[in-house]
C-alpha cells in the first residue's frame, strides 16, 4: 500500500466513524493541515448545527466542558471561505464559553469535565490551539502553566492524567501515554497557529514541549510504539502517541523550536504507526474508543495519522503548511 493510497484508506475509515465532539475537532484539524477546505466546511457545518445552546461545538449529549473548542479552527475556517454569518455567531459563542463561563479553578485553569471540578491533561490540546490562534494568547499560557501545575511530574517528566480538585490530589496518576500526547500535540499546535507571542513565551512552551517528549521517548520499544501507561511495561502496545509524538516532532522541526534531528525520530514514529494501519484503513492497536481502556480503534487515531503525515508533507516541502 503507497502512502497515497493509505493516507486516503485512513481518511475513509475516519469519516465512516462516529465522533464525539473532539473527535470532530481533530478530524477537521487534519483536514486543514491536509488542504481538504470542502471537507473542512461541512465538519464545521456539523459542528455547528450540533452547537450546545452554551456554545459548545459539535455537542452530542457529552459531559465535556472542553472538548468543542477542538472544533474551533474549522468553524473559524469556514466563516473566512463561505462567508455565513452562522459560523462567525458560533465561533464567538464557544469563545466566550471558554474565555467567561466554563468551568474552572480559582487561577483560571479550565475543568474538563460538567459537574466535576477535574482538570484532564487531555484539555492542553483542546484549548491551546484554538485560544492562541483567536489572539488569546495568555490564557492560552495559562492554561499550560495551570495543567503543568497539577499533572506533571518534575523527576519523570511525564504528565499524571487526571487531578480533583474536590479531592486534592491527582486521582489518576500514571502517565497515561496518550494524555502525554495531547500535552505536545497541544503545545506544538497552539505554537504553529500563532507566530506572536510575549517575550520568553514562546522558547518556554518550546523548552517543556521538548521535555515532556523527550520523557516519552524514553519509553519507546523496539517496535517503535509505546506502553498505553508509559511506566508500566505490561500494558498494551499502543500506537496513537507515536502518531501524536511523530505530529509534534516533525511541527517543531519545520517550526524552527526542535533541531533538525528530531526528523528522522518523527519519520521512524509514523513508519512504527504506518505498520499498524489495516486493509481497511484503521489504525489498529491505539487506545480505543468508547472508553479508552484497552486496545482498539478510535476516530482520533484515525486523525492523528493524518496530522503526522500533513506534517511530514510540510517539513518535506510537498505540503502548503498555511495556518488556518
Do not use: K
Given at each position: 500500500?503507497?502512502?497515497?493510497d493509505?493516507t486516503?484508506?485512513?481518511?475513509?475509515?475516519?469519516?465512516?466513524?462516529?465522533?464525539?465532539?473532539?473527535?470532530?475537532?481533530?478530524?477537521?484539524?487534519?483536514?486543514?493541515?491536509?488542504?481538504?477546505d470542502?471537507?473542512?466546511?461541512?465538519l464545521?457545518?456539523a459542528?455547528?448545527?450540533r452547537?450546545?445552546?452554551?456554545?459548545?461545538?459539535?455537542?452530542?449529549?457529552?459531559?465535556?466542558?472542553?472538548?468543542?473548542?477542538?472544533?474551533?479552527?474549522?468553524?473559524?475556517?469556514?466563516?473566512?471561505?463561505t462567508?455565513?454569518?452562522?459560523?462567525?455567531?458560533?465561533?464567538?459563542?464557544?469563545?466566550?464559553?471558554?474565555?467567561?463561563?466554563?468551568?474552572?479553578?480559582?487561577?483560571?485553569t479550565?475543568?474538563?469535565?460538567?459537574g466535576?471540578?477535574q482538570?484532564?491533561?487531555?484539555?492542553?490540546?483542546?484549548?491551546?490551539?484554538?485560544?492562541?490562534l483567536?489572539?488569546?494568547?495568555?490564557?492560552?499560557?495559562a492554561?499550560?502553566?495551570?495543567?503543568?501545575?497539577?499533572?506533571?511530574?518534575?523527576?519523570?517528566?511525564?504528565?499524571?492524567?487526571?487531578w480533583?480538585?474536590?479531592?486534592?490530589?491527582?486521582?489518576?496518576?500514571?502517565?497515561?501515554?496518550?494524555?502525554?500526547?495531547?500535552v505536545v500535540?497541544?503545545?506544538?499546535?497552539?505554537?504553529?497557529?500563532?507566530?506572536?507571542?510575549?517575550?520568553?513565551?514562546?522558547?518556554?512552551?518550546?523548552?517543556h514541549?521538548?521535555?515532556?517528549?523527550?520523557?516519552?521517548?524514553?519509553?519507546?520499544?523496539?517496535?517503535g510504539?509505546?506502553?498505553?501507561?508509559?511506566?508500566?511495561?505490561?500494558?498494551?502496545?499502543?500506537?496513537?502517541?507515536?502518531?501524536?509524538?511523530?505530529?509534534?516532532?516533525?511541527?517543531?522541526?519545520?517550526?524552527?523550536?526542535?533541531?533538525?534531528?528530531?526528523?528522522?525520530?518523527?519519520?521512524?514514529l509514523?513508519?512504527?504507526?504506518?505498520?499498524r494501519v489495516?486493509?481497511?484503513?484503521?489504525?489498529?492497536?491505539?487506545?480505543?474508543?468508547?472508553?479508552?481502556?484497552?486496545?482498539?480503534?478510535?476516530?482520533?487515531?484515525?486523525?492523528?495519522?493524518?496530522?503526522?503525515?500533513?506534517?511530514?508533507?510540510?517539513?518535506?516541502?510537498?505540503?502548503?503548511?498555511?495556518r488556518?
Amino acid at each position: 500500500m503507497g502512502p497515497d493510497d493509505r493516507t486516503e484508506r485512513v481518511l475513509t475509515a475516519l469519516l465512516a466513524t462516529q465522533r464525539q465532539s473532539w473527535e470532530q475537532g481533530v478530524a477537521a484539524q487534519a483536514l486543514l493541515d491536509l488542504g481538504r477546505d470542502e471537507l473542512v466546511v461541512l465538519l464545521a457545518h456539523a459542528a455547528v448545527t450540533r452547537q450546545h445552546a452554551d456554545g459548545r461545538l459539535g455537542d452530542v449529549g457529552e459531559d465535556g466542558a472542553v472538548n468543542g473548542a477542538a472544533c474551533g479552527e474549522a468553524v473559524r475556517h469556514a466563516a473566512a471561505v463561505t462567508g455565513e454569518p452562522r459560523y462567525a455567531a458560533a465561533l464567538d459563542a464557544q469563545l466566550g464559553w471558554l474565555v467567561d463561563r466554563a468551568p474552572r479553578a480559582d487561577d483560571g485553569t479550565l475543568y474538563h469535565v460538567l459537574g466535576s471540578r477535574q482538570v484532564w491533561a487531555d484539555t492542553v490540546h483542546m484549548v491551546v490551539p484554538l485560544l492562541a490562534l483567536t489572539g488569546h494568547v495568555d490564557l492560552a499560557v495559562a492554561q499550560v502553566v495551570g495543567h503543568r501545575r497539577r499533572l506533571y511530574d518534575e523527576n519523570t517528566g511525564l504528565y499524571g492524567a487526571r487531578w480533583d480538585a474536590d479531592a486534592g490530589r491527582l486521582t489518576h496518576p500514571r502517565p497515561w501515554a496518550t494524555g502525554n500526547g495531547w500535552v505536545v500535540t497541544g503545545i506544538a499546535r497552539g505554537l504553529h497557529l500563532a507566530p506572536a507571542w510575549p517575550p520568553g513565551t514562546r522558547d518556554e512552551l518550546a523548552g517543556h514541549a521538548r521535555a515532556v517528549l523527550d520523557a516519552v521517548l524514553v519509553h519507546r520499544g523496539d517496535d517503535g510504539l509505546f506502553p498505553d501507561v508509559l511506566d508500566d511495561p505490561g500494558s498494551f502496545r499502543e500506537a496513537n502517541v507515536a502518531q501524536m509524538l511523530a505530529y509534534a516532532a516533525l511541527t517543531g522541526v519545520a517550526d524552527g523550536w526542535l533541531p533538525p534531528s528530531y526528523t528522522e525520530v518523527g519519520r521512524e514514529l509514523v513508519g512504527a504507526a504506518d505498520r499498524r494501519v489495516d486493509r481497511y484503513g484503521l489504525v489498529t492497536g491505539v487506545s480505543g474508543s468508547p472508553d479508552f481502556t484497552g486496545p482498539g480503534t478510535s476516530a482520533e487515531a484515525q486523525a492523528f495519522h493524518l496530522l503526522a503525515h500533513a506534517a511530514l508533507r510540510r517539513l518535506d516541502g510537498s505540503g502548503d503548511g498555511r495556518r488556518s
